[in-house]
C-alpha cells in the first residue's frame, strides 16, 4: 500500500490553547479511516491542518509527496481546490444560488471543464436521489438531502482527499446510514482516501481502520 498523507509531531496552538500536541499518523491511498475522540480533543483542528484551511505551529504535514509548509498560500489554495474534498456537519451551500451552481463553483473556481463536470454532476444526483434539488435552492432542501448536495459538491473534482468532520451529526439514522455508504462508495470508486470524524459508534464500526485522539495526539 502507498502512503499518501504522513503527519509527524503536529502542533497547532490557539494563544495559550494547545489544540494539537505532536500528533503523529500515516494515510494510505485509497483506504477509508474514521477518527474518534472526545469532543475538544483535536480532531477538527487536525482535518483543518491536513486541508490547508490552516497551518500548523509545528511538526509536518507531507501529502503526496510534498510538504504543505512550503505551498504559497496560492499553492494552498489551488491544493484545497482540487486535492481535498471537504464535507463538514453543517454544509455550506451559498444560500443565493441554486444548488446546480452550488456544486460547479469548483469547477468555476478551479478552472476545470465546467460542461465535464456538470455531467459528472447530474450522474450523481441521480445516484443519490437528488436531481430535482438542483433547480432548488439550499433552504428548500431537507437535511439530509442538503447533505447530499454538498457532497457532490465536495467530490466533484474527484479529490484524493475526502475529509470529513462528523457530516451525519445533524442527520436522522437513516439518512445517516445512507450518507455513509455513499461516502464510502464514492471514494471506493475514485480511489481516494476517505477520513471521517464521528462520536456516533454505529457509523465507527463500518470502518476497520481506526485512530483515536486524545489530548491533541494520537493514540492507538
Ligand atoms: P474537536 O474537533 O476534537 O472537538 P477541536 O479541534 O475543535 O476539537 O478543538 C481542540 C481545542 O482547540 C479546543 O480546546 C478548542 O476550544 C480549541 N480551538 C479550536 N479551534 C480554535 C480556534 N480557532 N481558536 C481558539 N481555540 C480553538
Ligand atoms: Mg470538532
Known sequence: MKELVKVENLKKSFGKISA????????EERQQYV?????????????????GLDRPSGGKIWVAGKDLAKYSDKELGRYRNQFIGLVFQFHFLLPSMDCLSNVLLPARIGNVSVDKVKQKVLDLAAQ????????????????????????????SLEPKLILCDEPTGS??????????????????????????????????????????????VVVN
Open 35 to 51: 477518527v474518534r475522540g472526545a469532543s475538544g480533543s483535536g480532531k477538527s483542528t487536525l482535518l483543518h491542518l491536513l486541508a
Open 171 to 216: 442527520l436522522d439514522s437513516d439518512n445517516t446510514d445512507k450518507v455513509v455508504d455513499l461516502l464510502k462508495d464514492l471514494a471506493s470508486h475514485t480511489e481516494s482516501t476517505l477520513v471521517v470524524v464521528t462520536h456516533d459508534d454505529k457509523v465507527a464500526r463500518q470502518f476497520p481502520n481506526k485512530f483515536f485522539i486524545q489530548d491533541g
Open 128 to 155: 443519490l436521489g437528488v436531481v430535482h434539488c438542483l433547480g432548488k435552492f439550499p433552504y428548500e432542501l431537507s437535511g439530509g438531502e442538503q447533505q447530499r448536495i454538498n457532497i457532490i459538491r465536495a467530490i
Open 20 to 27: 494539537l500536541r505532536g500528533a503523529t499518523l500515516t494515510l
